[in-house]
T-cell receptor, first 114, second 111 residues
Framework: DAGVTQSPTHLIKTRGQQVTLRCSPI?????VSWYQQVLGQGPQFIFQ???????GRGNFPDRFSARQFPNYSSELNVNALLLGDSALYLC?????????????FGEGSRLTVL | QKEVEQNSGPLSVPEGAIASLNCTYS??????FFWYRQYSGKSPELIMF????GDKEDGRFTAQLNKASQYVSLLIRDSQPSDSATYLC???????????FGAGTRLFVKA
């Protein structure tokens, strides 16, 4: 069975640009969460979506937005990129809404902002 | 503000020894506790979860939870060089929709 897939795996942007990251969860998983991981730190929660609705949001500015599609895949959008947005962006899926701690991560999208 | 604290390490142990990784959390409403392993350049991988006070064993791994002390630990017996990684402690709250991660402890197992 395929695990969580993310695209692109690496990308380079310049300040002020916009980026869209994509995630496909494990088949049958309805919950998708997004995390940002800066080098040397643990993952920081950005969003959780379940059944196409936003169920949780972390302490990130409104430049960050996300959505979930009917097939449970998800996109994370970041507008007006800043140098500090450079990080590994991780998507994680879980089976049910309340299983949010048992997360299955994709390999991540590494974003570099120049 | 819910927080999860870990010693960043590095923790260095010889091959075959027991590695002990510790984690404290700030909120007594915490419900579920997880240990993830993250190899350099890779994504986190769930290795253990524990919901109740006491010990939970899975192969060479034992998770220990003490809710009164707000403390959770991971013991790795017979440590192998392949166990060298960063171990992330994570906490989820009842009815919560996010999991909070600690900064991780780097473990080195010397052959």
């Amino acid at each position: 069975d395929a695990g969580v897939t993310q695209s692109p795996t690496h990308l380079i942007k310049t300040r002020g640009q916009q980026v869209t990251l994509r995630c496909s969860p494990i088949s049958g998983h309805k919950s998708v969460s997004w995390y940002q991981q800066v080098l040397g730190q643990g993952p920081q929660f950005i969003f959780q979506y379940y059944e196409k609705e936003e169920r949780g949001r972390g302490n990130f500015p409104d430049r960050f937005s996300a959505r979930q599609f009917p097939n449970y895949s998800s996109e994370l959008n970041v507008n007006a990129l800043l140098l500090g947005d450079s990080a590994l962006y991780l998507c994680a899926s879980s089976l049910r809404l309340t299983d949010t701690g048992e997360l299955f991560f994709g390999e991540g999208s590494r974003l570099t902002v120049l | 503000q819910k927080e999860v604290e870990q010693n960043s390490g590095p923790l260095s142990v010889p091959e075959g020894a027991i590695a002990s990784l510790n984690c404290t959390y700030s909120d007594r409403g915490s419900q579920s506790f997880f240990w993830y392993r993250q190899y350099s350049g890779k994504s986190p991988e769930l290795i253990m979860f524990i919901y109740s006070n006491g010990d939970k064993e899975d192969g060479r791994f034992t998770a220990q939870l003490n809710k009164a002390s707000q403390y959770v630990s991971l013991l790795i017996r017979d440590s192998q060089p392949s166990d060298s990684a960063t171990y992330l402690c994570a906490v989820n709250w009842t009815g919560g929709f996010k999991t909070i991660f600690g900064a991780g402890t780097r473990l080195f197992v010397k052959a």
